[in-house]
């Protein structure tokens, strides 16, 4: 059987006045609080969790990349070295044989030229008289002036002969020419040619000298032959 309209009203009345009551109870209202703050909390710790879980994955794939990234980085580095190693190698076999092309070479500097000069013939009357030789036409491959001849200098003379104990006899031998300009050098490899250059600019003229294409330094009273830049440290 329905409500009346009476007792509808009346079943209103009692609900709006027990809920007053309950609003002015503060244990009710205590009792509300802490269910909801308690709700609340878990549903923050929860997400919380699922925070933490979904970082610690993301930091162990970024740990996992990181290690790849740098075993890779490390292979690479390792090949790389490997290589540089192996350039380095190749780079002085290349230049040990070309030096070795060059042991029976030798470059005179401030000879006298003059115009129309037979070159071949007037370094064997050099070499014959000013340094204690006896060369013959035949024991000279190649020789020739360097470069164009310009506003009148005097050019260097490039000297390839057949024997290396003849190259050496007049290279050893230099030291008749004290007191004149002329100037009797080995001829090197463009990577000694900076490296002694570099000798020279670190220490000086007197302290390098070289000996069969090797470049020989005197520092601290001590003699010692260099390969490399870092000889010089």
Excluded at 188 to 213: C, F, H, P
């Amino acid at each position: 059987m329905p409500l009346t309209r009476e007792q509808t009203d009346e079943l209103k009345t009692i609900v709006n006045v027990t809920i007053k009551q309950l609003w002015m109870d503060q244990d009710f209202l205590k009792t509300i609080a802490d269910k909801v703050s308690a709700e609340i909390t878990k549903n923050f710790n929860d997400k919380l969790k699922q925070y933490d879980k979904h970082l610690s994955e993301l930091t162990r794939e970024i740990n996992v990349q990181k290690n790849e990234n740098k075993k890779k980085s490390d292979e690479m580095g390792a090949k790389l070295e490997h290589l540089q190693g192996e350039n380095l190698n190749l780079l002085k076999k290349i230049d040990f044989i070309e030096q070795e092309s060059k042991k029976c070479n030798l470059r005179i500097y401030s000879l006298a030229e003059g115009d129309n000069e037979n070159t071949k013939e007037v370094i064997m009357a050099f070499l014959n008289t000013k340094m204690n030789t006896n060369i013959m036409p035949t024991d000279i491959e190649t020789c020739h002036r360097i470069g164009k001849r310009t506003n009148g200098k005097t050019r260097g003379v490039f000297l390839k002969l057949k024997d290396w104990h003849a190259k050496n006899t007049i290279f050893r031998n230099k030291k008749l020419l004290k007191g004149t300009n002329v100037v009797i050098k080995e001829d090197l490899t463009l990577i000694r040619l900076k490296l002694m250059d570099e000798a020279i600019g670190k220490l000086d003229l007197k302290s390098v000298w070289t000996d069969n294409g090797k470049i020989i330094i005197k520092r601290n009273n001590q003699i010692k032959t260099i390969n490399s830049s870092l000889d010089l440290e």
